[in-house]
């Protein structure tokens, strides 16, 4: 069984240093990057069931030429190889930009499933998924939170998590999965991970590659523009409370009366 | 969040390390330091977390990759001990001394001893420790009076061994033992692997420690232990030389150790220093605190660059390796005492109990200044070699 994983690069949110720079655009040199928190859910998702079923993982990333260096951890954890969608073309592209590139790379390859994150910790727009599955026609499964492929069938069944509980799905494959954090925490990578990450393959492809004209997607064709960009407001001071639960509890409820909260 | 910038890969480590250093802190940070308050308090030697550090690959990282180890160099293999004892000295000690245990069959293993010994101890499935030190022979380690005397094919080992950390879980045990009590002092040591449990072999008891408390510390017996003569590593007579080439690659372990006890006391201190409130603002504000986190700071990153540092040159082979060795334990050593004084004066009456880790740390940096050679012999390789007596 193949497995592709959508894999982005996003600021490090434990470094709280993501800002725009002056063209409103990400600034990539203010904050390290790391892999998105959700990708990482779907990364172990994919090595639980090649794990099981046998087969490979792939990563396809679009991203700066950096973008290697954070697919490296993702490599770590076990995926088999990386595809690095890498154009300058593409700086500033847009949702609809971005479906597209990641779509024709996914033409370019062989697989049973696709896998993306719930969101990614940067764009929040949650929407790339369900694009490249219309693109491409194929079956879309959104929010699992189980994931049973019959490879022998061609099928795949998912627990699609719903407002009351959940659904069960069943789709042929090749299809693409939405996976949530319910899935199981992602592992650590070993350290054999770490160093065999090194020689393993991460390709690397241009627009051009994919057949992909630089004046139709990416940044000259966006089709949203960021206007303004601002903080939330600042939290209040915080108050800890130590001791035993009693007195916390005490010392809590003493503090919510105070505010006439309770 | 992390108060300060931890170094990025560039001026001294690489992609692969920094991304090792960052992966052991965080399973250091998520699955070591919520155990190491009852790791100290209890006292038992801590199972899961050799689980763990095994399963992580964590315990090959100091061994070649053809035997099934990691093939982490010794800047790297410090990089992990730092980051684990930042969480729990007794924790890094798991690392430490299968790096420190294994050292002589490593510099001096025949291709079939690295076969049949390192797959186990890389995968982490057995533990080995390092039996040199006896009661009477601590600083002046030639001073051995265990023996090990030829018997056909076999030598039988005599002697007992004192504080010899991991004693009582270890698989295999490095002793050395005088084999040749007329040669020279330097020639009268060789070096054996035991493989225990074995007839003769007894953890006699375990010391009662004031620190590094889950890290059994044993005396070991051994009453007409029979070994091959093919367990002995290297030539008749080589023991001296072995040991102290191991304490040339042993030593910035110890330091490294030291450098993530007197970070994990600081982090420590800067929390409390920003959340604790008297006379109406956080008591970091107050310069005298400030000044106090400011030095310690400073001196926690100048032992970590004199590690770094002593790493790379003792992995090129330098000459005066001993040296470094010695002078990055020495530092790194001092500092962690220091700091994690520091740190409990900066908790004030907090910091005197277990509610807080910074007791812990005070107790356990202790220890760095006396294991692996005291505070005193690292001076005393550090002057020799100033002034050119190289033993």
């Known amino acids: 069984m193949h497995i592709v994983v959508l894999t982005k ?79 300058p073309a593409l700086a500033g592209a847009c949702v609809r930009s971005t479906d597209e590139v990641l779509a024709a790379a ?3 390859l062989t697989f049973d499933l696709v896998f993306s994150g719930f969101d990614t910790s940067d764009g929040n727009a949650g929407v790339v998924g369900a694009a490249i599955a219309a693109r491409l026609r194929l079956p879309y499964l959104s929010n699992a939170a189980k994931i049973e492929p019959e490879p022998d069938a061609g099928l795949v069944r998912v627990r699609r998590i719903t407002p009351t509980g959940y659904d069960v799905l069943e789709a042929p494959m090749p299809a693409l999965v939405v996976c949530t954090q319910v899935l199981g925490e992602p592992r650590y990578p070993t350290l054999k991970g770490i160093m065999s990450a090194r020689s393993k393959e991460i390709a690397s492809r241009s627009l051009a590659d994919l057949g ?30 130590r001791g035993s639960a009693a007195e916390g509890a005490a010392a809590i409820v003493s503090l919510l009366a105070s505010r006439r909260l309770i | ?68 180890g990691v093939g982490g160099d010794l800047l790297t293999v410090c990089l992990a001990i730092e980051q684990i004892a930042r969480a729990c000295t007794t924790s890094s000690l798991i690392l430490a001394v299968q790096d420190l245990g294994s050292l002589p069959l490593r510099l001096g293993g025949s291709p079939e001893q690295l076969a049949r010994w390192v797959p186990p101890l890389a995968s982490g499935e057995t533990l080995i420790c390092f039996g040199l030190t006896e009661a009477e022979a ?41 084999t040749n009590p007329d040669a020279p002092r330097h020639r009268r040591l060789s070096c054996f692997v035991v493989e225990v449990p074995t007839e003769g072999f007894r953890v006699a008891r375990l010391e009662h420690k004031m620190g590094i408390r889950g890290s059994p510390t044993a005396e070991l017996e051994l009453t007409n232990v029979r070994v091959p003569a093919a367990n002995r590593i290297g030539e008749d007579g080589d023991g001296w030389t072995l040991a102290m080439r191991t304490f040339e ?12 006890i007197a970070q994990g006391a600081l982090d420590a201190a800067v929390d409390y220093a920003r959340q604790r409130k008297q006379f109406g603002q956080r008591i970091g504000e107050f310069q005298m605190i400030g000044a106090m986190l400011a030095d310690m700071d400073a001196q926690v990153e100048a032992a970590r660059q004199l590690l770094y540092t002593a790493c790379e040159v003792i992995e090129a082979g330098a000459p005066d390796a001993a040296r ?68």
């Open chain 1, 9 to 87: 690069p996003v600021p490090d949110p434990a470094a709280a240093a993501e800002r725009l720079g002056p063209d409103m655009r990400l600034d990539r040199a203010a904050s390290p990057a790391v892999v998105n928190g959700n990708d990482e859910y779907a990364l172990e998702a994919a090595l639980k069931l090649v794990e099981a079923h046998g087969g490979e993982v792939t990563l396809l990333t679009m991203a700066p030429p950096g973008g290697a260096d954070t697919m490296r951890k993702a490599l770590a954890m076990g995926a088999t190889r990386g595809v690095l969608v890498t154009d």
């Open chain 1, 106 to 108: 996914l033409r370019e």
């Open chain 1, 212 to 241: 992909l004209d630089g004046a139709r997607v990416g940044g000259a064709a966006a089709t949203t523009e960021v206007l303004d960009s601002r903080k939330p407001p600042a939290r209040g001071a915080t108050t800890v409370v």
């Open chain 2, 1 to 68: 969040m992390h108060p300060v910038s931890i170094p990025p890969s560039g001026h001294r480590l690489t992609d692969e390390q920094v991304l090792l250093r960052d992966t052991v802190r965080e399973l250091a940070d998520a699955r070591i330091a919520p155990r190491a308050a009852d790791i100290d308090r209890t006292g038992e030697f801590p199972e899961d977390i050799r689980r763990l550090l095994a399963d992580h690959d964590v315990l090959g990282l100091p061994f070649p990759a053809e035997h099934g």
């Open chain 2, 138 to 178: 601590g600083s002046d380690a030639a001073a051995l009076r265990t023996t090990a005397v030829r018997d056909g094919d076999d030598y039988l080992i005599n002697g007992t061994k004192r504080f010899i950390t991991n004693g009582s879980v270890a698989g295999l045990v490095t002793v050395f033992a005088v």
């Open chain 2, 249 to 260: 690659r042993s030593r910035p372990g110890i330091a490294a150790q030291a450098v993530g």
């Open chain 2, 324 to 391: 470094w060795a010695a002078m990055c334990k020495l530092v790194a050593g001092d500092t962690a005492m220091r700091v994690t004084t520091d740190a409990v004066q900066v908790f004030g009456g907090y910091g005197y109990v277990d509610e807080f880790p910074v007791e812990r740390m005070m107790r356990d940096a202790k220890i760095t200044q006396l294991y692996e050679g005291t505070q005193q012999i690292q001076r005393l390789v550090i002057a020799r070699a100033l002034l050119g007596r190289g033993d």
